[in-house]
DNA sequence: GTTCTTGCAAAATATTTGCAAGACG
DNA sequence: CGTCTTGCAAATATTTTGCAAGAAC
């Protein structure tokens, strides 16, 4: 995706698409897997942590990226899949290797419905599998 | 559940029952939630953090208690509920309130199982549902 | 006396904030 | 000018390790 599609992209969301937040919504595009802040660090060079985690909070609020936890290694950030700008319903199941430290997108598999007790008001939940990857498994 | 169920507990999951692990076990014992390091740390003031952390590490690795993920403030742990010491098959959904902090377990709803791409192998999974519970709702 | 356990200090890691300088409009 | 954005530094939080002294066997 080219810069001008990224650009579009932060726009749609309301976000104002400055340099630097082309080139983290950039890197997040072009990820096959979520990334860690740490990860997007050594990927832009050019832009200090910070700023990186400022864009990362600002996505997340205009659901633009959602944060992935309970990976063992920090928080990752994946580009919302659905167009609905306003909430995050493309929640899916992630798979965590405990050899290599990837994120992998299960897109394939259904979150489940949890029934929570009475009182209890969900707003976003979170399916993390930890084992290993193809790759690290031989 | 006294000092003696206590030290008990852990002799039967092969951990030799010092003092201090004692102390450990029944401050999870008594817990209603999955407890935090730094909760446990405030709970047992007696003990240093660095040997709560080591006996915590300890209890995991047989299989006593398991650590819960995700909850945005840190690892917490939690008495394992099944009586297999080898296998920690009791793996339920938790809830983490976004307001007071607190994790609870949804011990009546079932982890469904996730059909894993080909080549994944699965060593354990978490299920974090993150909202508002019934004391903060209000 | 050898091994295990403990407390204290501090390293390592991860996340977040303060602030002044600069860009933008 | 006034607001937003950026880089740098540093505060915070959390997890983890090193090590020497002491306890247990």
Do not use: W
Request: with cysteine; charged share 25%; hydrophobic share 35%.
């Amino acid at each position: 995706m080219d810069e001008a599609t990224c650009s579009r992209l932060l726009e749609e969301h309301g976000i104002k698409p400055t340099a630097n937040r082309i080139l983290v919504a950039k890197a997040l595009v072009s990820s096959m897997q979520p990334q860690s802040l740490a990860e997007l660090e050594r990927r832009i060079i050019s832009i200090d942590k910070s700023n990186i985690f400022r864009a990362l909070i600002l996505f997340r609020d205009h659901h633009l990226v959602h944060a992935i936890e309970g990976s063992s290694d920090g928080t990752k950030y994946e580009l919302c899949h659905s167009h609905d700008h306003e909430h995050d319903d493309d929640q899916h199941p992630h798979f965590y290797c405990e050899s290599c430290q990837q994120t992998y997108c299960l897109n394939d598999a259904e979150l489940p419905d949890i029934q929570l007790p009475q009182g209890f008001e969900a707003h976003s939940a979170n399916l993390m599998i930890k084992g290993l990857c193809p790759h690290c498994k031989k």
